[in-house]
Structure formats: C-alpha cells, structure tokens
C-alpha cells in the first residue's frame, strides 16, 4: 500500500497568513493527488484535484503544486472559514490512501 | 442539485450486520464510480471500497470477505453490506462519487454512523 505522510499534524496560523500543507507518498503517485477539507461534524469538500487543479466554486486562495512524491496544498491568505482539517488522497493504486490530516487552528 | 445522501445506520451488536444505502440524484448515476469511506470517531479518513460504473468491486484488506459493495442503477442507489461486524469498524460512512477525469471524490454524502457495541 502507498503511505502518505502528511506534515504538519497541526498548524496554528492568524487571518491573512499564508500557509502550507505537505504530503509525501511513499512511491511515486504521478499527479494523482487530491486535497480535502472537513469541518467539524462535515463531510469533506474537494479543493484540489490532480495536484494543481483548482475544483469548480473553490477560493482560488487555494492551490496546489507537486507531482511524484511530494505535494503542497497552500492557502495564500488565510480567511475565518479556512480552519478546518485538510487532508490529501492518493488515488494512484488501490487501496486508496488519505494522510493523516493536518488541523488548521486559528493563533 | 447533485447530492449523495446516506442512510441506513445504527448501533450493532460485534458480529452483527448492517446494510447501508447512499441514494444519488442530480446525475446521471450509472456513469460514475462510487466509493464509500469511514473515519472513525476523532481518527482520519479510510477508504473503503469502490464501485466500477459495471458493478466491478474492490475493497480495503481489512473489510475483504466481511463487507460488500452493490449498486441499482434503476434506483441511483449505492450500498454496502458489512457483515461480521467488529469494534474497529465503528465510524461515520460516507459515500462519494468519484468524479470523471477528475481522479477525486468530487461530491460526499453527509456521513452515517455506525456503532459496533455490546
């Protein structure tokens, strides 16, 4: 199975900060990348498809770079609906493989 | 509006069974590959199983023989049947469709729970 390691587990970071999430796949998973983010109580909602993608309706605040093993996620400038969990999936081969999550918490 | 919407949870007894629904509509259901992922409670997302578009399944090693996968296309209805039920699979559900090209689970279900308790 792919491992994605996802750094960091937790972040703390203030309004109009510019952040970023890295995964790292184990093996090489091409561009087939994906970012999510979760509320509490929420299903997921996909940011960012094929590791640069921006999906349809989503700030475009949001991007994605990467490709191979290792991925960012950034949010240039933090908003107050932004804290959240992100977390990446691998759909490169089965089984699919989500990182661990990364906690977005407000400073 | 496109939406998945799932059913069917609840609290059972470890060895028991559960049967969970994801009704689709907005889409053109038939087309799409659904797959369904857990997360048990405070934990990450595991993904679970898939749906080929015609009916082809694979599962995660640890529901493998216990857990099967189904559609209805007539019905634009997911399921997953969980047989032989344990603590560990106590989790919020979730459906979601995976999007065309997109390599993505593009649109989620709101999440059922399922409780494996005594």
């Known amino acids: 199975d792919i491992q994605m390691t996802q750094s960091p587990s937790s972040l703390s970071a203030s309004v109009g900060d510019r952040v970023t999430i890295t995964c790292r796949a184990s093996?090489?998973?091409?561009?087939?990348l994906s970012w999510y983010q979760q509320k509490p109580g929420k299903a997921p909602e996909l940011l960012i498809y094929?590791?640069?993608s921006l999906q349809s309706g989503v700030p475009s605040r949001f991007s994605g770079s990467g490709s191979g093993t290792d991925f960012t996620l950034t949010i240039s400038s933090l908003q107050p609906e932004d804290f959240a969990v992100y977390c990446c999936?691998?759909?490169?081969?089965?089984?699919?493989?989500f990182g661990q999550g990364t906690d977005l918490e407000i400073k | 509006e496109v939406q998945l919407v799932e059913s069917g949870g609840g609290l059972v007894q470890p060895g028991g069974s559960l049967r969970l629904s994801c009704a689709a509509s907005?889409?053109?259901?038939?087309?799409?590959?659904m797959h369904w992922v857990r997360q048990a409670p405070g934990k990450g997302l595991v993904w679970v199983s898939r749906i080929e578009s015609d009916g082809r399944t694979t599962y995660v090693d640890s529901v493998k023989g216990r857990f099967t996968i189904s559609r209805d296309n007539a019905k634009s209805t997911v399921y997953l049947q969980m047989n032989s039920l344990r603590a560990e699979d106590t989790a919020v559900y979730y459906c979601?469709?995976?999007?065309?090209?997109?390599?993505?689970?593009?649109?989620w279900g709101q999440g059922t729970m399922v409780t494996v308790s005594s």
């Open positions: 093996q090489s998973i091409g561009s087939s």
């Open positions: 999936l691998q759909t490169y081969s089965l089984p699919y493989t």
């Open positions: 907005g889409f053109t259901f038939s087309s799409y590959w």
């Open positions: 979601a469709r995976a999007g065309v090209g997109l390599s993505a689970f593009d649109i």
């Open positions: 094929t590791a640069s």
